[in-house]
């Protein structure tokens, strides 16, 4: 039985829904937690929500990234230049690959100031001057752009899910 097995197709199809999978997480995080996380009119709470959604997604996003590019770069490799699905698992490599530079140059300032923020919250002595920290517009703005910058690492990623789909169809 096994000696009939395609195992490069095997790998391509999992990967391949492993990379659709982080963009349905991403997606549910993005219309649905964050959405309602936003509006929320307690800092504190937008605060602690996101760095909880934040805590898993900073295990979880890595190793999905980091795992399908590698993947997708493995099956370029594998087919060879003249392979017409060449192109397409290069492409989908470099898109879910970019996100990871993504991340650090552009997620990465945003998720300081509400780290900064939650690291107020949970250490209160240590951090809380006269003012009491960040207003809840401030916060509030911070949790709207690392919604929107998400969902830009979710386009990328989306895209890479397509050229997989385009690779799977030319297989």
Do not use: C
């Not at 999978?21 to 605060?47: C, E, F, P, W």
């Amino acid at each position: 039985m096994a000696e009939g097995i395609n195992w490069t197709r095997v790998l391509q199809l999992v990967n391949l829904a492993g990379a659709a999978h982080l963009v349905g997480y991403q997606s549910g995080s993005d219309k649905l937690a964050m959405h309602g996380i936003i509006q929320l009119r307690n800092k504190d709470l937008i605060t602690e929500l996101w760095f909880r959604g934040w805590d898993f997604g900073r295990k979880y996003g890595p190793t999905m990234v980091t795992g399908t590019a590698a993947v997708f770069g493995f099956l370029a490799w594998k087919d060879g230049t003249e392979s017409p699905a060449f192109i397409y698992n290069l492409a989908a490599a470099v898109l879910m690959g970019s996100v990871a530079p993504y991340t650090q140059f552009r997620v990465f300032p945003v998720n300081d100031k509400l780290l900064a923020e939650h690291e107020r919250i949970v250490n209160p002595k240590k951090n809380d001057g006269p003012n009491g920290g960040a207003s809840l517009e401030e916060v509030r703005g911070w949790a709207a752009d690392w919604k929107r910058l998400d969902m830009h690492r979710q386009i990328l990623e989306a895209f890479a899910v397509v050229a997989g789909i385009i690779t799977a169809s030319k297989s």
